[in-house]
């Protein structure tokens, strides 16, 4: 198992490494110069020596190796660089931007797991095969569905039709409604569509039909028997949709104009602010990897037959 662990741990920490490489030569090949967007004003009245004072004085003037370098030492210190546009370390920025961002992919995936257990165990002990089928369908039609499009849709029904929830000045709860259906539709499909699989799997095992034999009922075979080995592989898929649900807040965000890394994503974009670009990417792939990471090391726990086969691997490795 320690070997299983650490090579995880490997694996995680290779990938955090790719993704900041990749980010920093996308991110210095884009077109635009943060400094000159800030400084060239006409109307800060700055001397081209002055700004190519301050271009020094941000570690812009070095070459690209030595520039990755550096940002790389100061990323593994914790320093995330500072924000040419705010004029503030980047550290200050996610540390009031982060929070709203992961309480609404928290209360997304939340309400998403929600909708596929009720749509996944509805339709399993549903009777009708017209409405059995009707469920199942659901997650193609949700799957199907932009983000954008969606939260726009929810805006001008719920908000401009029937004026229940407000656009401007919404209180602090009721101003997540909108956005959080608008994150959990689309997340709950795949989820809703392994749990339905998996669970028709499982009911095709022995051990259903000998509990079924011993006078079980339908319903109860199925939350006692097939509900856990059916859970298994949707919390891989689980894992992977939870690290997404980072990139998909942001558009949300956008579309509703909620304060968060969406917002901070915009104006860096637009600003050519490279460090808060480059700790937004990185943080991200940080949570996707965590939350993935995560659900590895708790997939043994919850297989016994995955434990004894990462047991069996690492033996046949050191022997």
Same mark, same amino acid.
């Given at each position: 198992?320690?070997?299983?662990?650490?090579?995880?741990?490997?694996?995680?920490?290779?990938?955090?490494?790719?993704?900041?490489?990749?980010?920093?030569?996308?991110?210095?090949?884009?077109?635009?110069?943060?400094?000159?967007?800030?400084?060239?004003?006409?109307?800060?009245?700055?001397?081209?020596?002055?700004? *190519?004072?301050?271009?020094?004085?941000?570690?812009?003037?070095?070459?690209?190796?030595?520039?990755?370098?550096?940002?790389?030492?100061?990323?593994?210190?914790?320093?995330?660089?500072?924000?040419?546009?705010?004029?503030?370390?980047?550290?200050?920025?996610?540390?009031?931007?982060?929070?709203?961002?992961?309480?609404?992919?928290?209360?997304?995936? *939340?309400? *998403?797991?929600?909708?596929?257990?009720?749509?996944?165990?509805?339709?399993?002990?549903?009777?009708?095969?017209?409405?059995?089928?009707?469920?199942?369908?659901?997650?193609?039609?949700?799957?199907?569905?932009?983000?954008?499009?969606?939260?726009?849709?929810?805006?001008?029904?719920?908000?401009?039709?029937?004026?229940?929830?407000?656009?401007?000045?919404?209180?602090?709860?009721?101003?997540?409604?909108?956005?959080?259906?608008?994150?959990?539709?689309?997340?709950?499909?795949?989820?809703?569509?392994?749990?339905?699989?998996?669970?028709?799997?499982?009911?095709?095992?022995?051990?259903?039909?000998?509990?079924?034999?011993?006078?079980?009922?339908?319903?109860?075979?199925?939350?006692?028997?097939?509900?856990?080995?059916?859970?298994?592989?949707?919390?891989?898929?689980?894992?992977?949709?939870?690290?997404?649900?980072?990139?998909?807040?942001?558009?949300?965000?956008?579309?509703?104009?909620?304060?968060?890394?969406?917002?901070?994503?915009?104006?860096?974009?637009?600003?050519?602010?490279?460090?808060?670009?480059?700790?937004?990417?990185?943080?991200?792939?940080?949570?996707?990897?965590?939350?993935?990471?995560?659900?590895?090391?708790?997939?043994?726990?919850?297989?016994?037959?995955?434990?004894?086969?990462?047991?069996?691997?690492?033996?046949?490795?050191?022997?």
């Amino acid at each position: 198992m320690n070997r299983y662990v650490s090579g995880r741990f490997g694996q995680a920490l290779l990938v955090l490494w790719a993704a900041f490489t990749v980010s920093f030569i996308l991110l210095q090949v884009l077109p635009g110069d943060a400094i000159l967007i800030k400084f060239q004003n006409p109307d800060m009245g700055l001397s081209p020596a002055q700004i *190519a004072d301050m271009r020094a004085a941000y570690g812009a003037d070095v070459p690209l190796v030595q520039q990755y370098l550096h940002t790389l030492g100061n990323f593994l210190r914790g320093d995330l660089g500072y924000s040419i546009q705010a004029g503030v370390p980047v550290t200050e920025l996610l540390s009031s931007n982060f929070p709203p961002t992961l309480r609404l992919a928290l209360m997304g995936f *939340a309400l *998403a797991a929600v909708v596929a257990f009720v749509l996944a165990f509805t339709s399993s002990l549903l009777h009708f095969g017209w409405l059995k089928n009707l469920l199942q369908s659901v997650p193609s039609l949700f799957i199907s569905i932009p983000t954008f499009w969606l939260g726009i849709a929810l805006i001008q029904f719920f908000s401009f039709h029937l004026r229940w929830i407000p656009v401007i000045n919404p209180g602090e709860w009721v101003g997540l409604i909108l956005p959080v259906v608008t994150l959990a539709v689309p997340i709950s499909a795949p989820l809703a569509q392994i749990l339905i699989r998996s669970i028709d799997q499982v009911q095709t095992q022995p051990f259903v039909a000998v509990a079924r034999a011993k006078g079980a009922s339908r319903s109860g075979v199925l939350w006692r028997h097939v509900a856990r080995n059916a859970l298994l592989p949707v919390l891989t898929i689980a894992g992977l949709l939870f690290g997404e649900l980072i990139a998909g807040a942001l558009i949300t965000e956008t579309v509703f104009g909620l304060n968060g890394l969406g917002q901070l994503t915009q104006q860096a974009v637009n600003n050519q602010d490279v460090a808060v670009l480059q700790a937004i990417v990185v943080i991200s792939a940080a949570a996707f990897v965590g939350i993935n990471l995560l659900v590895d090391l708790l997939y043994p726990l919850l297989d016994p037959r995955l434990k004894a086969n990462a047991s069996k691997n690492s033996k046949g490795a050191t022997a």
